[in-house]
């Protein structure tokens, strides 16, 4: 697992000579999932006692429960989604190589999702321990939420990690598609060029 985030290179050619096994790839998509997860629940506890303080108790509940499972259920989306995007783009390059294959290395780009989250956790924690969240006007409970340092900061990281990530899909890549590295890099790079510019958009927004 280690090798996978040291050196994605030697760590796929040596997996593209074994069987296709989704289970570490699957308990990796639930760890994400899971620490995804830890920080909305942290996160919606401090705030909805304010935005939802005239709301029935029902209904309360019932919205929070939609939007945990919306959240659990992302990660594993974002995983098939990125996987079919990958799939696709390296198709109109030539790719060959199995769906499954390549759906099991893309999970390995998600290790450093993994730990951005658990960085996330503990800003978020700290975040709603000295941060003053009794504002009842959504947009600006927002904004004091984005400008907060904690958030800045983990926006930061994830901007950081995320290229970590670009870094494991692009070997990911090169070996259950049997593309070049050149290839590979320029397939991964459309996503994460458009997240790269959201992200430093927000951190452009959260601080002026």
């Known amino acids: 697992m280690l090798e996978a985030l040291v050196n ?11 069987e296709i096994n989704l289970k570490t790839s699957y308990a990796i998509i639930i760890t ?5 997860l830890l920080n909305v629940v942290i996160l919606t506890r401090e705030l909805m006692e304010n935005l939802l303080n005239f709301t029935p108790i029902v209904a309360q509940r019932s919205l929070i429960a939609m939007g945990l499972i919306v959240v659990m259920l992302s990660v594993t989306f974002g995983w098939i989604v990125i996987s079919g995007i990958f799939y696709s783009f390296s198709s109109l390059l030539d790719g060959k190589g199995n769906f499954t294959r390549m759906l099991e290395f893309v999970a390995y780009g998600f290790l450093p999702f993994i730990l951005s989250s658990a960085i996330s956790l503990v800003l978020i924690t700290s975040m709603c321990l000295f941060t ?7 947009y600006y409970l927002e904004k004091a939420i984005m400008k907060s340092p904690y958030m800045i900061a983990s926006n930061v990281i994830s901007i950081i990690l995320a290229l970590w990530s670009a870094n ?13 590295v050149k290839n590979a890099m320029i397939i991964v790079g459309i996503p994460l060029v458009m997240y790269v510019i959201y992200m430093v958009y927000l951190l452009y927004k959260s601080l002026i």
């Open 8 to 18: 994605p290179g030697a760590f796929f050619e040596k997996k593209s000579k074994e």
């Open 32 to 36: 994400a999932s899971v620490l995804t």
């Open 132 to 138: 003053d969240f009794s504002i009842n006007d959504p």
């Open 168 to 180: 494991i899909w692009v070997f990911a890549l090169v070996y259950s598609r049997n593309l070049t």
